[in-house]
């Protein structure tokens, strides 16, 4: 089935460029994902990282066709509550993505009202970014610079490693902008004990089109099975880090949003601390084959955050410097 699929804000800067390649799009199709494999017995499923590899860990990926659904085809549309993600109109004044500092201090606040917008949080702090080119091989971004798509299906965190990353924040340094000062172990300690929640935030931020190439999708938890969650650990010298991979089923439900522009945010949890909803949203970059021949590079940015709700009465207005997290989308 073929519709229109433009969905353009009127005042956009970006909407009469847009406009002239947003056509048509079905609302299903087949593609191919890349899902990771168990690990045989006796082996560890993840990847050295800035250390020699020392033989007890692989990291085999499978593709799989599937079917890939029209997210803006939901009717109602999906939310963070019924689904895990949802697709924002959020136009941005943001100059130049390149330049960290006005990142930090523009889009940083623009990310922080989202997310409380579209979670209900209470206060929300934003701690890391990365920019990522279709054109590029790079998984990991040195500072101003940009890394490449993440085509494996995966979830940044997991119920282990989530509360652990918001220690090691801690430890790093958390401004309270009330108190005037970082928070102290047992503050953090505090934020952990109560409802918090990683959620990413996925946006375009070419000028020339909306996105065509390595568009990121996202599954719908409710069609997932908890027991096809299987770990994926990053291995650094000083730290290890935690995906979660995913076994495959045909059972999954995957949306994307055709050619989302540099207005449109895709908001997904990565985890939540309450039980009675979405909590690891599953996703990964994917090749389109409705993608033109001569569509221009995909450029986008993701923003990480963490926001803590109205049950969680020690969280405050707060702020972290940029960080360097394993590569994740």
């Given amino acids: 089935m073929l519709r229109l699929t433009g969905r353009l804000c009127r005042t956009s800067p970006v909407a009469a460029v847009s406009r002239s390649w947003r ?46 659904h ?3 085809a939901l009717s109602p549309p999906a939310t963070l509550d019924s689904m895990g993600f949802a697709l924002e109109n959020w136009p941005t004044k943001v100059k130049n993505f390149r330049d960290d500092s006005e990142v930090v201090e523009v889009y940083y606040n623009e990310m922080r009202e989202l997310v409380k917008k579209t979670s209900g949080a209470k206060h929300v702090l934003i701690f890391d ?13 040195a500072a101003g610079g940009s890394a490449a798509p993440v085509p494996r299906v995966h979830c940044d965190y997991t119920a282990d490693g989530a509360p652990r990353r918001l220690r090691s924040l801690g430890k790093e340094g958390i401004n309270s902008f009330v108190r ?26 070419s000028d020339e089109a909306p ?26 010298p000083d730290r290890v880090g935690e ?20 207005d449109e945010t895709l908001v997904f949890k990565v985890y939540d601390k309450a039980e009675d909803g979405p909590r690891f949203v599953f996703h990964t970059a994917f090749d389109d084959p409705q993608c033109p021949e001569a569509a221009p590079p995909r450029v986008s940015i993701e923003c990480r955050a963490i926001a803590f709700f109205p049950d969680n009465t020690a969280s405050e207005t707060l702020e972290s410097g940029p960080c360097q997290e394993p590569a994740h989308e």
Avoid at 191 to 200: D, G, H, V, Y
Avoid at 221 to 228: G, L, M
Avoid at 243 to 260: I, V
């Fill in 23 to 68: 056509l048509f799009s079905t609302s299903s199709q087949k593609v191919l994902l890349n899902y990771q494999e168990r690990p045989p017995a006796g082996k560890r499923n993840g990847r050295y990282i800035n250390q020699p590899d020392k033989g007890d860990a692989v990291d085999v990926a499978k593709n799989y066709e599937t079917t890939m």
């Fill in 70 to 72: 029209d997210g803006r």
């Fill in 129 to 141: 970014h990365t920019i990522r080119e279709s054109g590029n091989t790079n998984l990991n971004a």
């Fill in 180 to 205: 005037g000062r970082h928070l102290t172990e047992a503050e953090v300690e505090e934020l952990a004990s109560k409802r918090f929640a990683f959620i990413n935030v996925w946006r375009s931020i």
């Fill in 211 to 236: 996105v065509f190439r390595k568009p990121l999708a996202v599954c719908d938890e409710r069609s997932v099975d908890p027991d096809e969650r299987f770990l994926y650990e990053l291995i650094f």
């Fill in 243 to 262: 995906n979660y991979s995913l076994q495959f089923s045909a059972k999954h439900m995957w949306y994307y949003y055709p050619q989302q522009t540099k």
